[in-house]
């Protein structure tokens, strides 16, 4: 499908925008990843725009393309509308069909609590400080199975869609900084994105803790999807004779993880390659 074509309005002083920030984000009243995001913009004098969009609610340099979404617009959203159509994929697949570089950012992901017990989601409301480090936290229940939630995220990465996740709207409001630095081909410091990454071995205490590390070295395999990963295979050894069923077998992993996979997995070793350490 072809893309749109860009569409460039320069500003008073003949400047293009380098940020465009749909109308319905900006509102001095309710603070989110995006106005505080704008407040830096406004720090160091960068030009930009506030208008609708019809798609995405933040355009950086280069096409990217940013959807925000709360955890509790996302987990809703998840659900349909009454003709059964999920609202978030089809954002989404706007997204993808408009812009190179499309990116959902989950605003509060990471502070959500899973309760497969109670197939159920809990989101922090409010956190009050009862004695030192001890905290009394109130929670929304939302009634959505954690799998569906997971089965969600990887259908949009799937996609083709980045899925950037926060703890609050402030950690939002710095990846959305480091977004635009690297839309911009800067360097960003102290980021996953452009920094070394070191993947320490800890002590290992038990055989389980040592099966799971075993398989949280392969790419897109966290230690969450390793222990789903030897549940359902109860070997590493029988896990990894039958890693090419693990899009089917295992909740949460998809094609293009598998493909990362199969490539660490069945790819010669090359010997003196230049990115060995001390090479």
């Not at 697949?93 to 502070?111: A, Q, R, W």
């Not at 954690?146 to 899925?163: C, K």
Request: hydrophobic residues 35%.
């Amino acid at each position: 499908m072809e893309r749109p074509k860009e569409t460039i309005q320069l500003d008073l002083l003949g400047r293009a925008p380098e940020v465009i920030i749909d109308v319905h984000e900006v509102d001095k009243d309710k603070k989110n990843s995006i106005t505080l995001f704008l407040e830096k913009v406004q720090q160091h004098k960068i030009p930009y725009r506030v208008e609708k969009l019809e798609v995405g609610d933040l355009i950086l340099p280069n096409q990217y393309a940013i959807e925000r979404k709360s955890i509790r617009d996302f987990l809703n959203s998840i659900i349909g509308n009454k003709n059964g159509k999920v609202r978030i994929f089809e954002q989404v697949k706007n997204l993808v069909e408009t812009y190179k570089n499309p990116i959902l950012l989950l605003e509060g992901s990471l502070s959500i609590r899973m309760d497969y017990h109670d197939k159920a989601i809990y989101i922090p409301i409010t956190k009050k400080n009862i004695r030192g480090r001890i905290y009394s936290v109130i929670e929304e229940r939302i009634g959505i199975h954690p799998n569906a939630y997971l089965g969600a995220l990887n259908a949009i990465e799937e996609m083709g869609v980045r899925i950037e996740e926060t703890y609050d709207i402030f950690h939002g409001a710095q990846i959305l900084w480091d977004l635009y630095l690297e839309s911009k081909g800067k360097k960003i410091e102290q980021t996953e994105h452009e920094r070394a990454v070191i993947r320490i071995k800890p002590r290992l205490r038990s055989l389980r803790e040592q099966q799971i590390f075993f398989l949280a070295g392969l790419p897109g395999i966290s230690v969450s999807r390793a222990s789903k990963i030897l549940s359902v295979y109860k070997t590493p050894y029988n896990a990894i004779m039958k890693v090419n069923r693990w899009d089917i077998d295992v909740e949460g992993i998809g094609e293009k993880t598998l493909e990362k996979i199969s490539k660490v997995l069945f790819s010669e070793f090359e010997c003196g390659s230049k990115d060995e350490p001390g090479a």
